[in-house]
């Protein structure tokens, strides 16, 4: 079992940067063994995810529109995972959802997450 609680989340100007963290509590599997990603849901549209980031944290994902803007990184010590978000665009608002996965390696597909926290709400002005 993980329990995930997202925080960082707020309102900023485009062009601003905010940093998310996710704080995970286990039990039974230490938390390095999780894959972990941060996924986002715009009113209307569907979850998508964001960043993903294997258990050792030697292999990431981005979706597209976030590349080079955007970093995922964890901190298995602590139980963290973080998303470091620059150059903010309007299109960036949403709720961002912090997920864990027991897939080997790294996750890309939302199906392969099986725990969720309850997501944190990030709004960018124009």
């Known amino acids: 079992q993980v329990h995930l609680v997202e925080s960082g989340g707020g309102l900023v100007q485009a062009g601003g940067s905010l940093k998310l963290s996710c704080t995970a509590e286990t039990s039974g599997r230490t938390f390095g063994a999780y894959a972990m990603g941060w996924f986002r849901e715009a009113p209307g549209q569907d979850r998508e995810l964001v960043a993903a980031?294997?258990?050792?944290?030697?292999?990431?994902h981005y979706e597209d529109s976030v590349k080079g803007r955007f970093t995922i990184s964890r901190d298995n010590a602590k139980r963290m995972v973080y998303l470091e978000m620059n150059s903010l665009k309007p299109v960036d608002t949403a709720v961002y959802y912090c997920?864990?996965?027991?897939?080997?390696?790294?996750?890309?597909?939302?199906?392969?997450?099986?725990?969720w926290g309850r997501g944190t709400q990030v709004t960018v002005s124009s």
């Open positions: 980031i294997a258990w050792g944290g030697f292999s990431t």
């Open positions: 997920a864990a996965s027991t897939v080997f390696q790294i996750a890309t597909k939302r199906g392969e997450y099986e725990y």
